[in-house]
């Protein structure tokens, strides 16, 4: 005899079905893991010959209680009866394998068709009646053949459905969960409310049964779904605010009942308008120059490339708060000639190249551009009046922080001494 390859051609002839356990085990009576697998998945005590063909169990016994199996019916948490013979080590090969040596079980009708340690009556055959719903089908380890005490050992169970009415049985699936929502429109004194029954994020079409529309706990509309939507007008709804809620009650056990959550509208409303005034006055704000560097020393000059060399930094802060009417504003400058007591250094030497500081707030503020020292013979520098930056009117933002590198190239032959010359800032 060969159990692995009954199994395959098992797997491969009919649908198994599997039931997951999740409770570790202990001395006292308890699910523990494991799975049950059976064949048929379905039946009916009316036309069936035998309760089940196969049965597989996916863990073995542990010791104590490693003496005897045995598979019974339990609905409510209330034992109905047996549904096999009690198995041990002396249960014929031919019946398969029960587990009892730690290994999986596995029991079928391939050789021995009338196994009754896979099950020896029909569900009709119990001590007690099923009635119509859920029950348990357990496979008990015991340790003790001659006393088999199912209150304090292990078992892995499969839950099963009944009907008591029609003898039809069959492995239990949940249902699938569903979500509903709910939309709420008001046109007039009506009010449309369409309520959706979605599986995930798509929605159930092939789910049956209807959507019951509420508003609080009144049942305003009950409409039958189609293709997972169902939608009812109320013609006449009383002016005022309105709530409602969407339930989805299902035919059959395929599909799981939800409700939606709250959808709100506002029937009949009335409008009327108020004129309101105000008064916006002009000359709001200011432009300010503010932050100019008083005094730059500029250092002792060096001589090289043929100058004399020296340089400083300028500063300025310009803030602009004026409203949308007023134009750009620019900030120039403009030097004057340098003296030293009775000497004289033209200030078409100075030049400087601006820059626009990280720390404005001012969006579109630009820098002049550079303005290079006058040589002898070419160019007027700072001596000619320059733009030091310019700003955009209402940018956002205020303030703009500006800088200017200042450069001397004095001829080398330049008289010695402490020269000064006076520089002028404007803001316009």
């Not at 100058?307 to 620019?330: H, I």
Request: aromatic fraction near 6%.
């Amino acid at each position: 005899m060969n159990i692995t390859k009954k199994i395959a051609s098992l797997a491969i002839a009919g649908a198994m079905v599997v039931g997951v356990a999740s409770v570790a085990q202990s001395a006292q009576a308890a699910e523990i893991p494991g799975t049950i697998t059976i064949t048929p998945t379905a039946g009916n005590v009316n036309t069936d010959s035998v309760f089940l063909n196969s049965i597989a169990v996916s863990v073995g016994a542990v010791a104590p209680n490693n003496v005897a199996v045995g598979t019974f019916v339990y609905q409510g948490g209330v034992e109905m009866g047996a549904v096999s013979n009690l198995g041990t080590t002396a249960m014929p090969s031919t019946n398969g394998t029960n587990g009892l040596d730690g290994s999986p079980v596995f029991m079928d009708r391939s050789i021995n068709p009338t196994n009754a340690n896979v099950s020896n009556k029909l569900l009709s055959g119990l001590t007690t009646p099923l009635a119509t719903g859920q029950f348990e089908l357990r496979y008990y380890y015991f340790a003790s053949s001659t006393s088999p005490n199912r209150a304090t050992a292990p078992y892995v169970k499969l839950d099963m459905t009944y009907n008591a009415t029609t003898g039809a049985w069959s492995v239990y699936t949940p249902a699938t969960a569903t979500t509903t929502s709910l939309t709420a429109s008001a046109a007039g004194t009506a009010v449309t409310l369409t309520g959706t029954v979605k599986v995930g994020t798509a929605t159930a079409t092939a789910a049956t049964g209807s959507i019951v529309f509420k508003e609080g706990t009144t049942t305003v509309a009950t409409v039958a779904i189609a293709s997972g939507v169902a939608t009812s007008t109320l013609p006449t709804v009383a002016n005022g605010p309105h709530t409602y809620t969407a339930e989805f009650v299902p035919t059959g056990t395929v599909y799981a009942a939800s409700t939606s959550g709250t959808a709100s509208v506002y029937v009949g409303a009335q409008q009327q308008t108020s004129n309101i005034q105000v008064t916006i006055p002009g000359n709001v704000g200011a432009l300010t120059l503010s932050g100019t560097t008083s005094s730059v020393n500029l250092g002792t000059a060096v001589l090289g490339g043929g100058t004399l060399n020296a340089s400083g930094t300028l500063t300025a802060v310009v803030t602009d708060s004026r409203q949308l009417e007023y134009p750009a504003w620019s900030l120039t400058g403009q030097v004057g000639d340098f003296t030293a007591g009775s000497f004289t250094l033209d200030g078409k030497y100075l030049g400087w190249t601006p820059s626009i500081l990280g720390t404005s707030t001012a969006a579109g503020s630009v820098a002049g551009a550079q303005v290079l020292p006058a040589t002898a013979t070419v160019g007027t520098g700072l001596k000619t009046s320059s733009v030091f930056a310019t700003g955009l009117p209402n940018a956002t933002g205020e303030v703009t922080n500006v800088s200017a590198l200042l450069e001397l190239k004095a001829p080398r032959n330049t008289r010695a001494g402490a020269y000064s010359a006076t520089l002028t800032v404007t803001l316009v």
